[in-house]
């Protein structure tokens, strides 16, 4: 039987929480904003194909791209004999700040562990999902992996017991993000940011940080708004991201809350709790934060559901 895997998009770090936040993302318009995979029994061995707007991106050998790599260990792990035909519909960019390999990954073992009528827990898939991740950035990092998989807005803890936990989100923010159409490697962008950090700027990333957490709690959206704050990347980051910082200026002058980089960027993200704004925002982003082909710009809230069978 044939199995259909989605899994959405989602900004890492939030802005106020740099490697310890994520939030995964779905246009209001109903769309799909992330990758797919379908998965079905073969005899032996993995089966891979590609297709969706965005496979030409990816590597031309099937062996070289994560979703087979996934397929590969997952069967080698569980010593598994049985072979299974895998196929990812790419509908994310690659190097875009929105969890595109997060998304290929959390959908592919996803999918592989739906398929074999779940050897893993939600805790055991989560890890194997953060180390795949991994690979491809360099790090472990779950702040795009955790809320693609579970939904919502995740705050990363890192402990033996737990890897994150789901805080509460402001159901009346709208969040127009706007991808334009260029790819920045996160490597890249990781390598801009300091060595080390002066003791204030430590601070304030703890202070922003724990009271956007509080303010979620209390439902207090104007203090969580006015925290949320990147003082940890985008200064480093801002002048790397064409048009990045005109684009904060001119989204503030129309009436939106707060702006700042979604992941390692260059899609931007910005808050808002007035629809017609975010429709405005949507609209001046498309007309002048676009630059390539491919390029795109909604108007999301926040997934709830996170990974799910379609």
Same mark, same amino acid.
């Given at each position: 039987?044939?199995?259909?895997?989605?899994?959405?998009?989602?900004?890492?770090?939030?802005?106020?929480?740099?490697?310890?936040?994520?939030?995964?993302?779905?246009?209001?318009?109903?769309?799909?904003?992330?990758?797919?995979?379908? !998965?079905? +029994?073969?005899?032996?061995?993995?089966?891979?194909?590609?297709?969706?707007?965005?496979?030409?991106?990816?590597?031309?050998?099937?062996?070289?791209?994560?979703?087979? &790599?996934?397929? =590969?260990?997952?069967?080698?792990?569980?010593?598994?004999?049985?072979?299974? %035909?895998?196929?990812?519909?790419?509908? $994310?960019?690659?190097?875009?700040?929105?969890?595109? +390999?997060?998304?290929?990954?959390?959908?592919?073992?996803?999918?592989?562990?739906?398929?074999?009528?779940?050897?893993?827990?939600?805790?055991?898939?989560? $890890?194997?999902?953060?180390?795949?991740?991994?690979?491809?950035?360099?790090?472990?990092?779950?702040?795009?992996?955790?809320?693609?998989?579970?939904?919502?807005?995740?705050?990363?803890?890192?402990?033996?017991?737990?890897?994150? /936990?789901?805080?509460?989100?402001?159901?009346?923010?709208?969040?127009?993000?706007?991808?334009?159409?260029? +790819?920045?490697?996160?490597?890249?962008?990781?390598?801009?940011?300091? =060595?080390?950090?002066?003791?204030?700027?430590?601070?304030?990333?703890?202070?922003?940080?724990?009271?956007?957490?509080?303010?979620?709690?209390?439902?207090?959206?104007?203090? %969580? !708004?006015?925290?949320?704050?990147?003082?940890?990347?985008?200064?480093?980051? %801002?002048? /790397?991201?064409?048009?990045?910082?005109? %684009?904060?200026?001119?989204? /503030?002058?129309?009436?939106?809350?707060?702006?700042?980089?979604?992941?390692?960027?260059?899609?931007?993200?910005?808050?808002?709790?007035?629809?017609?704004?975010?429709? &405005?925002?949507?609209?001046?982003?498309? &007309?002048?934060?676009? +630059?390539?082909?491919?390029?795109?710009?909604?108007?999301?809230?926040?997934?709830?559901?996170?990974?799910?069978?379609?």
């Amino acid at each position: 039987m044939s199995i259909t895997v989605y899994a959405p998009a989602s900004m890492g770090n939030v802005g106020v929480g740099y490697d310890l936040l994520g939030a995964a993302l779905a246009p209001i318009d109903g769309s799909l904003l992330g990758d797919r995979v379908m !998965i079905e +029994s073969a005899e032996s061995g993995v089966h891979y194909s590609q297709t969706g707007a965005w496979a030409d991106k990816l590597p031309a050998d099937g062996k070289d791209n994560i979703v087979y &790599q996934c397929a =590969e260990f997952f069967l080698k792990k569980l010593a598994i004999q049985q072979g299974v %035909a895998i196929r990812l519909e790419k509908n $994310l960019p690659v190097g875009s700040g929105l969890g595109s +390999s997060a998304s290929s990954v959390v959908a592919a073992l996803y999918a592989l562990n739906e398929h074999f009528e779940q050897p893993f827990d939600q805790q055991a898939l989560l $890890l194997l999902m953060g180390e795949f991740e991994g690979m491809i950035s360099g790090s472990v990092h779950f702040d795009n992996v955790a809320p693609c998989y579970l939904g919502g807005m995740q705050l990363m803890l890192n402990t033996p017991q737990q890897v994150c /936990a789901t805080i509460p989100s402001f159901k009346q923010w709208y969040w127009v993000v706007a991808y334009p159409g260029i +790819s920045l490697s996160t490597a890249k962008m990781r390598a801009l940011l300091p =060595e080390q950090y002066d003791k204030s700027v430590a601070i304030d990333f703890a202070r922003h940080l724990s009271a956007f957490v509080h303010a979620s709690y209390q439902q207090d959206a104007s203090l %969580a !708004i006015s925290v949320l704050k990147d003082v940890m990347a985008e200064p480093y980051r %801002a002048s /790397a991201i064409p048009g990045y910082t005109a %684009a904060r200026e001119a989204l /503030a002058e129309l009436g939106m809350l707060t702006t700042s980089i979604s992941g390692s960027g260059p899609t931007l993200f910005s808050v808002t709790d007035d629809l017609a704004v975010a429709e &405005q925002a949507k609209s001046w982003l498309e &007309q002048h934060y676009l +630059s390539q082909a491919g390029g795109f710009a909604h108007v999301c809230q926040l997934d709830d559901a996170g990974t799910r069978r379609v």
